[in-house]
T-cell receptor, first 110, second 116 residues
Framework: GQSLEQPSEVTAVEGAIVQINCTYQ??????LSWYQQHDGGAPTFLSY????GLEETGRFSSFLSRSDSYGYLLLQELQMKDSASYFC???????????FGKGTMLLVSP | GAGVSQSPSNKVTEKGKDVELRCDPI?????LYWYRQSLGQGLEFLIY????????KSGLPSDRFSAERTGGSVSTLTIQRTQQEDSAVYLC??????????????FGPGTRLTVT
């Protein structure tokens, strides 16, 4: 089976940089995705890593190390609107479904 | 274009009643997923459709839960004899054709189900 571990909550201040970690245990690895979900809203896709290294999309970057079964989401120049829950998810064998972590609630304060 | 839509947005039902939740995926998206999210929790996978067939039903929690998809489009999740533990937000997602697109799913706003 698949299991993912993320911190339950992270706090930071506006303008700062924050890193949200995700470790996974999977039978085979096919890719790691990140999603953002504002309170009461729908999850929205942020990024995807299939290979080791850093993927950058504006203020958000995602990193993967397959040898360490570890990834992280890096948010720079934090804004109040970044307060949300962030989920990592692994792609399952067969490339058909995702298994999500329990999510990390990010609280950005002024 | 239109995103994934779900109806109803909220549903309150009495324990023991049946409910039907509807999902309209993005046009042209062949894959459709149902998830359940309890308060403050992650997304629990329920079922996956590719076209009208369901290759993976492994997440359905009991035989009270069933789902179907018709015309490669609309899907209905049915919960029979609802129980209080069924209370949650039920989310639907879809993704475009191609295995490489599974990692990027487009979610609907969800149906908040409350069983009293």
């Amino acid at each position: 089976g698949q299991s993912l571990e993320q911190p339950s909550e992270v706090t930071a201040v506006e303008g700062a940089i924050v890193q949200i970690n995700c470790t996974y245990q999977t039978s085979g690895f096919y890719g790691l995705s990140w999603y953002q979900q504002h309170d009461g809203g729908a999850p929205t896709f942020l990024s995807y890593n299939a290979l080791d290294g850093l993927e950058e999309t504006g203020r958000f970057s995602s990193f993967l190390s397959r040898s360490d079964s570890y990834g992280y989401l890096l948010l720079q120049e934090l804004q109040m609107k970044d307060s949300a829950s962030y989920f990592c998810a692994v792609l399952n064998s067969g490339y058909s479904t995702l298994t999500f972590g329990k999510g990390t609630m990010l609280l950005v304060s002024p | 274009g239109a995103g994934v839509s779900q109806s109803p947005s909220n549903k309150v039902t009495e324990k023991g009643k049946d409910v039907e939740l509807r999902c309209d995926p993005i046009s042209g998206h062949t894959a459709l997923y149902w998830y359940r999210q309890s308060l403050g929790q992650g997304l629990e996978f329920l079922i996956y459709f590719q076209g009208n067939s369901a290759p993976d039903k492994s997440g359905l929690p009991s035989d009270r839960f069933s789902a179907e998809r018709t015309g490669g489009s609309v899907s209905t999740l049915t919960i029979q004899r609802t129980q209080q533990e069924d209370s949650a937000v039920y989310l639907c997602a879809s993704s475009p054709p191609g295995a490489q697109n599974v990692y990027e799913q487009y979610f609907g706003p969800g149906t908040r189900l409350t069983v009293t």
